[in-house]
């Protein structure tokens, strides 16, 4: 009675959720009919999927749509209302055209946006490789834009991708990675991302494991429907252990409560509770709820609920009329093929195996071992798979990287060749100050030349671990997954990662439009999982006023700051302050570590190699940090 007790507490815990969380829109400002945002807001109050689709198209078709971000959220209205209608080929068609039109606009979040809208339609499609693709791009995107929060969303549709097809451990480890990224009160995806985990954990026979991983995400559920649907599956783990007791009173209390659910989702409580009776005493008479949950799902095209119902009744007419329970094997069968399921596909040859007439079981067999090698070799190809989709990713990226570098490195030439140019012009003019002039443009040459060198030398490193160290470790990962113990192939894994962590640390710089995009994402995926990063100030500096040279030396400083604050200071605030004053740029950085003595830091290569970066560019660095009173950078740039 201590899970009903349980269910009791969060069922009333998540009644009051639903109470709060109803809201409604207001908006102060007059919106002008005719004009796209208007179109746009019909859209969003129509209730029927086709209307909504007509409003969101006569807004695009308008010719008063007020600004860019309008457009963009018109053209994912019509993606949206696509995918409602089922109309997957149009809503990628409008998915690619918005992630066009974004860059355009250079509005990383709204490509982000189309990139999440195609790996849904994949979703939809049963192609998890693209889904997972697509996600992966969106959460990189986001990440650009500095918007954790939603990063961290994608990466659970990249673990939801990698479960799908069996890849428990990269999906359970995905989904940990989601919890490093998500804004505290995105308590839906904590959810989630824990249901993953608590997914993964059962299907590879961790039960207690996976009942705990569900309580997580039951303490984390927004509504009813989600805390329901996390008790259900605590109660599938518990009939997995064959504890049919406990099963059944959470399987009756869920049941009495889902009047506030949806019908689908009434009818797997029903069914599992029929069918937990069942195996509890094959002699309970639970006929009718077994039909009657069937009949709910093919009435309400529940076609992924009708695998668990005509498997169930398979199985329950197996001993009772062998005709009917190979009927509803042929039905789950045709069903599983209809949803491309292979595991389904299995299970559904192997009930026909043992239920048809010798002529067929030749036939069902050879289909069997062959859709079993097949399910077999996609497990094992799995992980590397999407292993392989993150590098192939992550290659394009720093090739867009390198090609920005060489635009930087332009701009550095470009520069140097004016100057050469307003010394010969002015040469003439000039004769008696030419030698301390000469001296002067020698030695900002040589500086230029040789940030130019140290910024070569790092894209040439990075080039080298990602193309040929971390190629190499992934080669040996895919030629040794089916031979090699587990823990050797968590431990290559890991090198695999660190090799790109260093492949990124010095990676090639954007130095135009996205520089601080890619500064603050580098900044808040350098924090530790428990810390919290403030930032004030970063869109208020005319970010275009600094060279090249200098955003390249700034970003490499706050990159080192940000890794030793990670390794040695145990902080769990840091704050990032920038302001502009008298031609200069000030960056103010300090967090609550355990800091460290002024001898200690300054005896480090750390501090000498940003002392040096800073004043190459004639800036100043100053620190202030004692023992236990965290650290304080000062960092002064002349813009």
Not at 463 to 486: C, G, R, T, W
Request: with cysteine.
């Amino acid at each position: 009675m201590q899970i009903s007790k349980y269910f009791l507490i969060y069922l009333g815990i998540c009644l009051g959720l639903t109470a709060c969380d109803q809201a409604s829109e207001n908006s102060s400002e007059e919106i002008k009919p005719g004009s796209g945002e208007y179109y746009f807001q019909q859209g969003l109050k129509s209730k029927l999927p086709a209307e909504m689709l007509a409003n969101f198209k006569y807004g695009l078709n308008s010719s008063r749509i007020d600004n860019d971000t309008v457009h963009l959220k018109l053209l994912d209205g019509v993606i949206y209302s696509f995918n409602q209608l089922r109309y997957y080929d149009s809503s990628l068609v409008y998915s690619s055209k918005m992630i066009d039109q974004s860059r355009i606009y250079e509005n990383i979040h709204f490509e982000a946006t189309g990139f999440y809208r195609k790996a849904i339609i994949h979703r939809s499609l049963n192609d998890y490789k693209e889904y997972f693709r697509n996600a992966f791009i969106s959460r990189e995107l986001h990440l650009a834009d500095g918007d954790s929060s939603r990063a961290g969303q994608r990466t659970i549709e990249m673990a939801n991708a990698q479960s799908r097809l069996t890849d428990y451990t990269g999906a359970q480890q995905t989904a940990a990675e989601a919890l490093k990224l998500l804004d505290p009160t995105d308590s839906t995806y904590f959810s989630t991302a824990y249901n993953i985990i608590a997914t993964a954990y059962r299907n590879q026979g961790f039960q207690s494991d996976a009942k705990r991983e569900w309580r997580n995400a039951l303490a984390f559920a927004a509504n009813v429907k989600d805390s329901l649907s996390n008790l259900n599956n605590i109660a599938l783990s518990l009939q997995d252990e064959k504890n049919y007791n406990e099963a059944i009173i959470i399987f009756e209390n869920i049941l009495r409560s889902s009047d506030s659910t949806n019908i689908l989702s009434k009818a797997r409580f029903l069914d599992n509770l029929a069918y937990t009776r069942w195996l509890q005493d094959s002699t309970a008479n639970v006929e009718d709820d077994l039909l009657e949950s069937r009949n709910i799902r093919l009435l309400n095209n529940g076609k992924n609920g009708l695998l668990a119902s005509y498997d169930h009744l398979s199985n329950f007419y197996r001993n009772k009329d062998e005709n009917v329970s190979k009927l509803y094997g042929d039905s789950l069968l045709t069903t599983a093929r209809e949803l491309n399921s292979k595991s389904a596909q299995l299970n559904a040859i192997e009930k026909l195996i043992h239920l048809s007439p010798m002529e067929s079981v030749k036939k069902f067999s050879t289909i069997y071992i062959q859709l079993s090698d097949s399910i077999r070799s996609e497990n094992a190809q799995a992980k590397n798979m999407f292993a392989k989709i993150k590098f192939d990713e992550e290659q394009k990226e720093l090739e867009i990287d390198q090609l920005q570098d060489q635009t930087a490195l332009q701009a550095i030439e470009k520069e140097q060749l004016q100057d050469q140019i307003i010394i010969l012009s002015l040469g003439s003019l000039l004769v008696l100050v030419s030698g301390g002039f000469g001296f002067y443009y020698l030695r900002q040459r040589h500086t230029r030349d040789k940030i130019r060198e140290a910024h070569r030398t790092e894209s040439r490193i990075s080039k080298k671990i990602h193309d040929e160290l971390a190629n190499d470790v992934y080669n040996v990962m895919s030629s040794m997954d089916s031979i090699a113990p587990n823990m050797l192939m968590d431990k290559l894994e890991n090198i695999y990662n660190r090799t790109r962590n260093i492949s990124r640390e010095n990676s090639s710089i954007p130095t135009g439009a996205d520089f601080l995009p890619h500064l603050l994402s580098t900044l808040s995926s350098s924090l530790p999982a428990d810390a919290r990063l403030i930032l004030r100030g970063e869109n208020s500096i005319n970010w275009k006023s600094l060279s090249p040279e200098k955003k390249i030396i700034l970003y490499r400083v706050l990159q080192e700051i940000m890794i030793n604050m990670n390794k040695h200071s145990k902080a769990s605030l840091v704050a990032i302050v920038f302001s502009e004053e008298n031609r200069t740029l000030h960056i103010q950085y300090s967090d609550n570590g355990i800091g460290t003595s002024r001898q200690s830091l300054k005896a480090g290569n750390g501090f000498i190699n940003m002392e040096n970066r800073i004043l190459s560019i004639k800036g100043k660095l100053n620190f202030e940090t004692e023992q236990e009173k965290g650290l304080k950078v000062l960092i002064q740039i002349p813009i």
